[in-house]
T-cell receptor, first 117, second 116 residues
Framework: GAVVSQHPSRVICKSGTSVKIECRSL??????MFWYRQFPKQSLMLMAT?????????EQGVEKDKFLINHASLTLSTLTVTSAHPEDSSFYIC?????????????FGQGTRLTVV | AQSVSQHNHHVILSEAASLELGCNYS??????LFWYVQYPGQHLQLLLK??????LVKGIKGFEAEFIKSKFSFNLRKPSVQWSDTAEYFC??????????????FGSGTRLQVQP
């Protein structure tokens, strides 16, 4: 099956710094990628939809200036958590679907555990 | 707002017991349905999916799910669980006609613990 690679898998940063998370589709092109956030023992909450070559679409309540998304190519989307604070500590997961294909599942990265100290 | 509900938050079973995990969604239109599994320390993997056709869907590792439109349900079943089935299970939905660009909406997840 298709592979989505996410990096880093774990990151610890100081409060006030920025952290970039990369999401790559390794063997397929993804016009659209999705960023989710998962709190402990809770579900995955969609943060934003990343569209190649255009602005991301953010879900209600997600600060676009804090969570910067760049989808510069058909195989790479990045999420930058700017001026991170301890409440941003969470598990971030990216997902991608096959370009132009309907009725297909989503493929997921292994997730990034962010800890802000 | 549309939602996906998984009523079983934590299920503990002995090996060889039968499993049924509930999933309900609140949307009256077209839906595409999925079950994903997340083993400890690993990424989400697809167990099975339903888009159309036979409402009884067979997946990997002996799992199956039945789409009952009148009940807005897509319950996951396995006749005999194994210790290796210990994991977190997520039901997910794409609401509305699929364009290939829609995100999945997830349920809260069910933690399954199988005791040897």
């Amino acid at each position: 099956g298709a592979v989505v690679s996410q990096h880093p898998s774990r990151v610890i940063c100081k409060s006030g710094t920025s952290v970039k998370i990369e999401c790559r589709s390794l063997d397929f092109q993804a016009t659209t990628m999705f960023w989710y956030r998962q709190f402990p023992k809770q579900s995955l909450m969609l943060m934003a939809t990343s569209n190649e070559g255009s602005k991301a679409t953010y879900e209600q309540g997600v600060e676009k200036d804090k969570f910067l998304i760049n989808h510069a190519s058909l195989t790479l989307s990045t999420l930058t958590v700017t001026s991170a604070h301890p409440e941003d500590s969470s598990f971030y997961i990216c997902s991608a679907r096959l370009q132009g294909a309907r009725n297909t599942e989503a493929f997921f990265g292994q997730g990034t555990r962010l800890t802000v100290v | 707002a549309q939602s996906v509900s998984q009523h079983n938050h934590h299920v503990i079973l002995s090996e060889a017991a039968s499993l049924e995990l509930g999933c309900n969604y609140s949307y009256g239109g077209t839906v595409n349905l999925f079950w994903y599994v997340q083993y400890p320390g690993q990424h989400l993997q697809l167990l099975l999916k339903y888009f159309s056709g036979d409402p009884l869907v067979k997946g990997i590792k002996g799992f199956e799910a039945e789409f009952i439109k009148s009940k807005f349900s897509f319950n996951l079943r396995k006749p005999s669980v194994q210790w290796s089935d210990t994991a977190e299970y997520f039901c997910a939905v794409i609401i509305g006609g699929d364009t290939g660009r829609r995100a999945l909406t997830f349920g809260s997840g069910t933690r399954l613990q199988v005791q040897p």
